[in-house]
């Protein structure tokens, strides 16, 4: 179901299970510190605007090159001193000094400490290997993913869920800021404040709140709540794959569950300028020039940018085509998988603009929440997470989420919108680890680090590169935190019989013919076959209409014309610098 710039897949139901207590830490603590701001200055700005800038503090201190910390009377505003910063000459960004703390151990999520982060709840953190690589290493901060800014570009947050009320954050209501939304959502008021530095984001809808728990939910952190009109009980709680990020609410989307361009352009721009380094988008609708550049300035600023692939497929029939902004070059998209590992059947793929492709998938759900299923069998093929309570009523007949009976501030839903913060999530874990990485760097070890789903390690356009594995990917970065830039590369047939097929064709997912390394290794690692091939010598695959590629063809012999015996082979493609690898099954005799 689409609507304007987004999408869900969802079904309502009130069902009953168990609800439990809890405890935990930021609860009250302070989300930056009063009377600083910390400016960017752009790298040529003159020494009289700087100077300007200075004059509205009291003192100023050197954060590094073209940044300051400027200090001033406790009793200013300090989101107010922020935007009149922001507006003046030589200043590229303006955020106030966010407040960090160290929370002491925090044992990974259990039953015991999480009371939902058990079967069937948590099927999605198995097939991710989350809690191994949650136990990979010692974290610099509790819990992982401490301290990264995630931008949530949603219908904004309910800070009043058990798992979401101690998340730090500060908001942003694009909406209102640039007045477009729907009449029946009644009137905007930016300028209210919800709690300490949070503009008025509240969820109206429930879509932005589901969303973050799974990035997000705090780990051993459930509390009772006590909303009017809600199911509640004593509850230790979900738990987010990132539990130590700092959620940015961003709210673009409104109590209808859609939005206009330019409350998503405002939102980017927002979250670029306060220092959010992941954006996550669960939203989608078609391509857009405006909202492109604007994805492309976050993607220059170093955000590492996250969007759902759609829900548009009815596979294996047809397969829709990435919505935006996922269909960008540079932004993650994101499909779906469901519980059994196979590519959700409406979760869309192929290629965007400019041959952008779909880049991974991950947990989704197998299909809308059914009302002929229980809560708990549903649960075994949705996504749990947190909820609005009590749901608003628009959430209730458009979002299609059903709600958890005996605790209503969670519940299930499916989709891209639901695989989206996983990745988000995953790619807060990898900063957190690597500070100094790039976006670039982010994206490839994700995508270089999936476990297959069709049988080969290439790229296809259904499942991308694969499904996220948190633990590959984690444990892959502990090193030197550098990367591999990726060609796309797949082979068929796979498995190859060489007497019956003669020759298997090696795919490169390029614009155009470049010269190509070709090297191929048995696997002790001997090197069969080193060959360099002339960028006249590929062949324009024509055939497939889903991405532009080329091939050339592997008649299955080494460097001195012998067939090679039976066994996999591994392969690297080098294009310019740009490297990839794969694997072949060879099969000598008959099929």
Not at 125 to 146: D, E, H, R, V, Y
Not at 540 to 548: A, D, E, G, L, V
């Amino acid at each position: 179901m689409t609507f304007g710039k987004t999408f869900f897949i969802f079904a309502v139901l009130m069902a009953s299970v168990p609800a439990f207590a809890g405890v935990l830490s930021l609860k009250d603590r302070p989300v930056f510190v009063p009377g600083e701001v910390l400016v960017r200055f752009e790298d040529d700005a003159k020494v009289s605007d700087q100077e300007k800038v200075f004059s509205l503090g009291v003192s100023r201190v050197a954060v590094m090159e073209h940044a300051y910390k400027v200090k001033f009377s406790a009793q200013n505003d300090v989101l107010k001193m922020v935007e009149s910063f922001k507006g003046l000459p030589g200043v590229r960004y303006a955020q106030p000094n966010y407040k960090y703390y160290a929370l002491g151990s925090c044992p990974a999520p259990s039953a015991a400490t999480d009371q939902y982060f058990t079967t069937p709840y948590n099927w999605p953190f198995t097939k991710i290997q989350a809690q191994q690589a949650w136990a990979l290493t010692t974290w610099p901060n509790c819990s992982p993913g401490f301290g990264v800014t995630v931008a949530v570009l949603d219908t904004g947050i309910s800070r009043k869920n058990p798992d979401l009320e101690k998340v730090p954050m500060i908001g942003y209501n694009a909406i209102c800021a640039v007045d477009e939304q729907d009449p029946s959502c009644g009137s905007c008021s930016p300028t209210v404040t919800e709690s300490l530095g949070v503009t008025t984001t509240t969820d109206d809808f429930g879509h932005g709140t589901w969303v973050s728990g799974i990035i997000a939910g705090t780990w051993n952190a459930g509390a009772v709540t006590t909303e009017s009109g809600c199911v509640v009980g004593t509850t230790t709680g979900m738990a987010g794959l990132a539990g130590g990020a700092v959620i940015m609410p961003i709210k673009v989307l409104d109590c209808t569950g859609s939005g206009s361009g330019d409350a998503i352009i405002a939102g980017i721009n927002f979250a670029v300028a306060h220092g959010a380094k992941v954006l996550s988008m669960s939203l989608g609708g078609s391509a857009d020039s405006l909202e492109q550049e604007a994805i492309d300035s976050a993607l220059a600023a170093g955000c590492v940018v996250v969007a759902a692939a759609g829900n548009e497929s009815n596979l294996p029939t047809s397969l829709a085509q990435l919505d935006y902004p996922a269909g960008y070059p540079g932004v993650i998209a994101v499909g779906a998988s469901d519980q059994n590992d196979n590519v959700a059947f409406y979760s869309n793929g192929g290629e965007g603009l400019n041959g952008k492709l779909l880049d991974l998938v991950a947990p989704g759900g197998g299909n809308a929440p059914l009302t002929s299923l229980s809560f708990a069998a549903n649960a075994a093929q949705c996504l749990f997470s947190a909820f609005v309570c009590p749901l608003p009523s628009g959430g209730s007949s458009d979002g299609g989420f059903m709600v958890f009976g005996t605790d209503s501030n969670y519940g299930l839903a499916s989709g891209t919108s639901g695989a989206t913060p996983f990745v988000s999530a995953a790619a807060a874990l990898l900063l957190s680890m690597n500070p100094s990485w790039t976006n670039t760097q982010v994206t490839q070890q994700l995508i270089n680090n999936t476990d297959s789903l069709d049988g080969n390690t290439g790229w296809n356009a259904q499942s991308g590169y694969g499904r996220l594995n948190i633990y590959k990917a984690l444990s892959n970065s502990l090193g030197t935190g550098q990367v591999t830039t990726y060609t796309k590369t797949f082979n068929s047939p796979n498995p190859f019989f060489v007497d019956v097929d003669l020759y298997t064709n090696i795919t490169l997912v390029i614009n155009q013919p470049q010269a190509v390394q070709l090297t191929i290794y048995d696997t002790s690692g001997e090197v069969v076959l080193n060959k360099s091939y002339s960028a006249g010598q590929l062949n324009s695959n024509t055939n497939n209409p889903q991405y532009k590629s080329y091939y050339l063809t592997w008649d299955g012999k080494n460097g001195n014309g012998q067939k090679v015996k039976t066994g996999i082979y591994f392969y690297t493609v080098n294009i310019g610098g740009q490297v990839s690898h794969n694997k072949i099954a060879v099969i000598q005799g008959p099929k």
